[in-house]
């Protein structure tokens, strides 16, 4: 019998017996950490024209006429199967989380391509944009059935648009119709006074840490400072990447001010892009280097970084779909920040689907270790057959490391280019499992996870 999953009627019902009571309290901090769902309801094609002309509050409906339906393969990005088996697996390990963060893209690669194709369409047509909404929101009200009273901040990634892949149109209708939702789930409570229009501005917001009032969470939206970003769709793109990053250097500014302290949730990660990088076929070493943002974004956060390093506790992201990392190193090779990027519920670029739940000190709110949860059975899961789900991996028991924390990632990393054991380990979980990083790649990974100024990575990658 097909299990209804969490997904089958937008309630939390279900999930609220596995909150915790109040006197088993957990002594130490946890939160999930799920990114880059990638819905695809284009899977069968037929689906799309069905969900596109019904509430969305009503696709639990829809989605539940599906029995048979095999989970996404390797190559693909997440149907509902696999979606439903993520989030109910999530539900079940964040039982007990304080909060989760989501570093972006729920939307499917190519989605408005193909939307337009499903429906009929040109890809600019109102019923595309509705139908980028409407999924944008399945998803999200997923997410918050999945953490029932439980704060989920939700950062936009580069697919998460109305427009197309790179192209959020600030002050846009995307970001008009996802903003109550972005809001409710952060919570009203937490949310900084400035949310609506921060986030109408731009999809960037700040909000409260829900265990520790001295800390604020900054929520990017970093795809506005890519390379590859467009305003496809408007024209204030490049107004409003300034504007976040004014914001960002104020809001900085005060919590050091006060003596409070920050994380950061955003979506494409530090520095240089080690997999084009790595492909590419420029003619020399320093011409095949790809930064993930451009200038004069890329070097301005990266400053921002340094100068506010004693007040950042914890960075995250997404975007890169693998298990990653991303350090901030002082002249003198001293590890002064840190980010975290976990693996991707989409298994399009080859990896098995994962997500992490992270412990933290809740006397500092410092980070301190993480699982990684991963799906081990991807090739026979189905709707009629359940996800294997299983722990992966402790980051403190993989490395053999007292805890999770920039110097502990640096002495992993240091390890791998010695030839020490890490380096193995590291290219095995680096895809959860699946097909390890070639040994051939790994010097642009590790290059790119110590040295985030473009000029930096060129002299580790290609000498100097």
Not at 374 to 384: E, F, G
Request: charged share 20%.
């Amino acid at each position: 019998m097909r299990r209804s999953g969490v997904l089958s009627a937008f309630v939390a019902a279900g999930l609220a017996a596995l909150s915790p009571s109040a006197d088993a309290a957990d002594p130490t901090g946890r939160f999930g950490l799920i990114s880059d769902i990638h819905l695809d309801p284009f899977d069968p094609p037929s689906l799309a024209a069905r969900l596109s002309d019904t509430d969305v509050r009503d696709w639990p409906t829809v989605f539940g006429a599906l029995t048979e339906q095999a989970m996404s393969p390797w190559g693909s990005d997440s149907n509902f199967a696999l979606m439903q088996s993520a989030v109910e697996a999530f539900a079940r390990e964040a039982a007990g989380a304080d909060f989760a963060i989501v570093p972006g893209d729920l939307l499917a690669h190519a989605f408005e391509q193909k939307a337009a194709e499903a429906l009929g369409v040109a890809a600019d047509a109102p019923s595309v944009r509705e139908f980028a909404i409407k999924t944008t929101l399945f998803v999200g009200e997923s997410l918050a059935a999945a953490l029932p009273d439980r704060p989920v901040f939700l950062a936009l990634g580069n697919n998460d648009s109305d427009c197309g892949d790179y192209e959020i149109t600030p002050g846009g209708g995307y970001l008009a119709a996802t903003r109550d939702m972005v809001r409710r789930l952060a919570g009203p409570d937490l949310v900084a006074a400035d949310f609506d229009a921060t986030y109408a501005a731009g999809g960037y917001y700040a909000v409260r840490h829900p265990g520790r009032p001295d800390t604020l969470i900054l929520v990017v939206n970093d795809v506005l400072w890519s390379a590859k970003y467009r305003d496809a769709c408007g024209t204030g793109g490049e107004a409003a990447a300034a504007a976040m990053m004014t914001w960002l250097a104020n809001a900085l500014a005060r919590q050091k001010a006060a003596g409070d302290a920050v994380w950061i949730v955003h979506h494409i990660p530090w520095g240089i892009d080690p997999f084009s990088t790595a492909h590419s076929k420029a003619a020399t070493c320093p011409a095949r280097v790809v930064p993930f943002l451009r200038q004069p974004y890329a070097d301005g956060y990266i400053q921002l970084l340094r100068t506010y390093r004693d007040i950042v506790q914890a960075s995250y992201s997404g975007h890169v779909h693998m298990d990653d990392y991303r350090l901030l190193i002082d002249d003198a090779g001293k590890a002064l920040g840190l980010q975290k990027i976990p693996p991707a519920i989409s298994p399009i670029y080859g990896q098995n689907p994962g997500f992490e739940i992270v412990t933290y000190d809740p006397g500092t709110g410092i980070p301190t270790d993480f699982t990684t949860w991963y799906l081990a059975n991807l090739d026979t899961a189905s709707l009629a057959v359940a996800g294997d789900w299983q722990p992966e991996y402790t980051f403190t028991e993989a490395y053999a490391l007292p805890q999770y924390s920039a110097e502990s990632v640096a002495r992993m990393i240091g390890d791998a280019e010695a030839g020490g054991p890490s380096a193995d380990t590291f290219r095995r979980l680096y895809t959860v499992s699946h097909e390890p990083l070639s040994e051939a790649d790994l010097p642009a990974y590790l290059c790119a996870i110590q040295h985030q100024e473009q000029a930096d990575f060129t002299t580790c990658y290609c000498g100097g």
